[in-house]
């Protein structure tokens, strides 16, 4: 299963967070999430509903599907049922990997230290630490974790919204001024 198919992961909190490197403008924003929810809830995608939907014009729609198609973030497949419109591309990008990476050893590095996997629940509370914590900062509330033998989430977000509300960044800890 790839990073982006995992339950814990919310694609369009991704998209949100990534815009400015994913280049996307406000209509192409507003078609990529809008496809995205709509392949989510299995409602099919087609010119016509996501015109209805936006109210953009069919001639806009389909230069914004064109640019989304040569950029790779857009494939469209019809079969004789059906015509799908996929979004991997956009999640496969370098920057997507580059994420997924980073995301990935973040996860590991928990996994191993509390020795066993995470549950759905400590990978959302992860994922959710993620998008708005500096990744240093988290590991290193889990290495404070670790040292005081209080290997759990809790305490670990209580590290970590005590460090916030005291203004402590992963450099003050670097520097060794906390």
């Known amino acids: 299963m790839k990073w982006y198919e995992q339950n814990f992961i919310n694609r369009r909190d991704w998209i949100l967070d990534h815009l400015e490197l994913l280049g996307l ?10 496809i995205d929810f709509m392949n989510e809830h299995r409602i099919p995608v087609s010119l016509d509903s996501l015109h209805k939907k936006t109210g953009l014009n069919e001639e806009e729609i389909n230069r914004i599907i064109s640019s989304l198609c040569a950029r ?30 980073l995301d990935k050893s ?7 230290e509390f020795g066993r996997p995470l549950s759905n629940r400590e990978m ?14 988290i590991l290193y509330a889990l290495r404070e974790a ?23 960044t992963a450099q003050m800890i670097e520097e060794g001024k906390r």
């Open 72 to 101: 790779k973030y857009l494939e469209i497949r019809g079969s004789s049922k059906s015509v799908r419109f996929l979004l991997n591309g956009l999640y496969e990008t370098d920057i997507a990997r580059d994420q997924r990476i």
């Open 146 to 168: 670790s040292a005081y033998q209080a290997l759990n989430m809790n305490y670990i977000d209580k590290i970590l919204k005590d460090w916030k509300d005291s203004g402590i």
């Open 25 to 34: 403008d406000g209509n192409e924003t507003m078609i990529v999430l809008l």
């Open 124 to 137: 959302e509370k992860l994922s959710d630490w993620n998008k708005v914590t500096d990744k240093k900062l």
């Open 106 to 112: 973040l996860f590991d590095v928990f996994e191993t």
